[in-house]
């Protein structure tokens, strides 16, 4: 999905450092990629066309690079989001509680930032369309969207 480079994501402050963490991890890949090039053209300085060690760590570095300049971009745009105190309405941060109308079943999902590090069950970002289809719901409120190909129906019951 392309995005407008001005474009804000929002972030709780969890998934927020763990993109910080993300991007320190990404940029040592990159410096991990530069080291064992140099290192491909020290041990096969004569032989240097047919130098797989060499070809295979740029195509590592410029894909490992691609990603670095994604996260950093993203993190140039991301707005930090507190979680609203009030329980009246789905947002970002909230718990939600809710019943499939197909099923009678309850499920519960906690809309999360743009990208989802937690490794919590049930935290969806918000960009996704059941996160969508609930944000500015209420207590009561029925909504109906496709999700995974497939018409789905929610009675909002609980909001945390």
Same mark, same amino acid.
């Given at each position: 999905?392309h995005r407008?480079?001005?474009?804000?994501?929002?972030?709780?402050?969890e998934d927020?450092? =763990?993109? +910080?963490?993300?991007?320190?991890?990404?940029?040592?890949?990159? &410096? @991990?990629? %530069? $080291?064992?090039?140099? *290192?491909?053209?020290?041990?096969?300085a004569e032989?240097?066309?047919?130098?797989? =060690?060499? +070809?295979?760590?740029?195509?590592?570095?410029?894909?490992?690079? &691609? @990603?670095? %300049? $994604?996260?950093?971009? *993203?993190?140039?745009?991301?707005?930090?989001?507190?979680?609203?105190?009030?329980?009246?309405?789905?947002?970002?941060?909230?718990?939600?509680?809710?019943?499939?109308? @197909?099923?009678?079943?309850?499920?519960?999902?906690?809309?999360?930032?743009?990208?989802?590090?937690?490794?919590?069950?049930?935290?969806?970002?918000?960009?996704?369309?059941?996160?969508?289809?609930?944000?500015?719901?209420?207590?009561?409120?029925?909504?109906?969207?496709?999700?995974?190909?497939?018409?789905?129906?929610?009675?909002?019951?609980?909001?945390?």
């Open positions: 999905m407008e480079s001005h474009m804000a994501y929002f972030f709780l402050r927020f450092l =763990a993109l +910080e963490d993300k991007i320190a991890e990404v940029e040592e890949k990159v &410096r @991990e990629c %530069g $080291r064992e090039m140099a *290192l491909s053209c020290q041990e096969g032989t240097f066309h047919d130098n797989f =060690a060499f +070809e295979e760590g740029e195509r590592q570095q410029r894909m490992w690079s &691609r @990603e670095y %300049g $994604r996260l950093v971009e *993203l993190h140039r745009n991301a707005r930090l989001v507190d979680p609203p105190t009030d329980n009246t309405v789905v947002a970002l941060g909230k718990t939600v509680t809710m019943r499939d109308l @197909e099923t009678d079943k309850s499920v519960s999902y906690q809309i999360g930032s743009f990208l989802v590090f937690s490794s919590v069950l049930g935290r969806i970002s918000y960009e996704s369309p059941l996160a969508r289809m609930i944000i500015g719901r209420r207590v009561g409120d029925e909504c109906t969207a496709l999700i995974a190909g497939k018409k789905r129906s929610f009675e909002i019951e609980k909001i945390l």
